[in-house]
């Protein structure tokens, strides 16, 4: 009797929370689809950040076609003026240091980066529903600029047609603006472009009769330059691995540089990795051509001057970028283009003399 009694009282139990599920399971849909459940979210973005145009192109569409007029963005621009105070109020209010963009903040949580955003962003949209919703962040100034209607802030959700057209319509400046941005930095950036033109067409066309003396200054000049190119580069490679902010002299808009797609070669390699890549092959082929004998240091001397033409090359390259096309200038990067322009010239006389070796019918 007692064994009937405990397997009945289990059955009506299992009932009971069967029916309770299922009478809790509606309620909770209906809070997910009440009009007044909106989940708001404020993101920090760069038009030249290629992480940026990843979140807003690719993370950011699915979320809008999945929670519709439950989500709703505010982007601001961390690039203009006014944007660039509210991003520096929210960082001083969580604390922070420094931070980087894309910087996206939910309730009293922040996601830095194309990693953190698309892995936690939908979990934490998804508990603030089921919560009721979820204000705007307090971030001091903010109400202001929103109510004030600043172009740098642009408000995202499932009504707007094309939630990345924003994107591409600030990145699409004309040549004027783009360059009068950071007016300053850019015409430094100008000037150091003409003096490596100059000196790549000087030195490649004039090779056979270009003759600097160099042999104190050999010895000495072109090992401490690739030092000083390795502190360089290797802070910059870590600011762009990193995703940090660059500390940066009073010329020059290094953070929004280091944000922009052009940070990585082919979007995967960072730039300062291959300029710490490019001033160790350098050095090594110097060490070769200073101690090593006959062919191995003639192929280590011309090898170095190929790198240096290469590297003189790229470096204008990069350096005509950023006043023309990301509007921004990296004193780091300027630093590295003049170190690269050094090396360039004192890897002339020894890769003209190490190539009439390899050569001799090319001898001049």
């Known amino acids: 009797m007692t064994q009937w009694l405990i397997q009945r009282f289990s059955q009506w139990l299992l009932v009971v929370f069967l029916l309770a599920g299922f009478w809790l399971l509606p309620e909770r849909q209906v809070v997910a689809q009440s009009p007044d459940n909106v989940v708001h ?3 920090f973005y760069s038009p030249n950040c290629g992480h940026c145009h990843y979140v807003i192109d690719e993370v950011l569409p699915p979320l809008f076609e999945q929670y519709g007029q439950h989500l709703q963005i505010l982007a601001i621009d961390a690039s203009q003026p006014d944007g660039y105070t509210l991003y520096q109020a929210a960082i001083t209010q969580l604390g922070l240091e420094s931070g980087g963009v894309p910087f996206l903040i939910i309730g009293d949580r922040y996601l830095i980066g194309s990693g953190d955003i698309p892995e936690q962003l939908p979990d934490l949209i998804e508990q603030h529903l089921a919560q009721g919703g979820l204000d705007c962040p307090a971030i001091v100034g903010l109400a202001d600029a929103v109510n004030q209607s600043s172009p740098a802030i642009v408000i995202l959700s499932s009504t707007t047609a094309d939630p990345k057209e924003f994107l591409t319509k600030n990145t699409s400046k004309d040549l004027v603006a783009r360059f009068t941005n950071d007016l300053a930095g850019n015409t430094l950036a100008l000037i150091v472009l003409l003096v490596m033109v100059v000196s790549a067409g000087t030195g490649i066309f004039f090779l056979p ?8 200054l050999w010895k000495w000049a072109i090992p401490a330059l690739c030092a000083i190119g390795l502190i360089v580069a290797g802070y910059l490679a870590y600011v762009e691995v990193a995703q940090v902010e660059a500390v940066c ?27 710490v890549a490019g001033y160790i092959a350098i050095l090594a082929a110097w060490v070769l051509g200073r101690y090593g004998q006959g062919k191995l240091a003639n192929l280590a001397m011309a090898a170095m001057l190929g790198m240096a033409v290469f590297g003189l090359l790229f470096s204008i390259y990069l350096t005509f970028l950023e006043p023309f096309v990301i509007g921004a200038t990296c004193a780091w990067c300027l630093v590295s283009a003049i170190l690269m322009t050094l090396l360039f010239w004192l890897s002339l006389t020894p890769g003209k003399i190490a190539l009439s070796a390899l050569f001799p019918s090319n001898a001049k």
């Open 41 to 43: 979210v404020v993101l």
């Open 209 to 216: 009769v270009i003759n600097i003396p160099s042999d104190r």
């Open 249 to 275: 002299g009073p010329v020059g808009d290094c953070r929004t540089v280091h944000q922009s797609s052009y940070a990585r070669l082919f979007g995967v390699l960072p730039i300062g990795v291959l300029g």
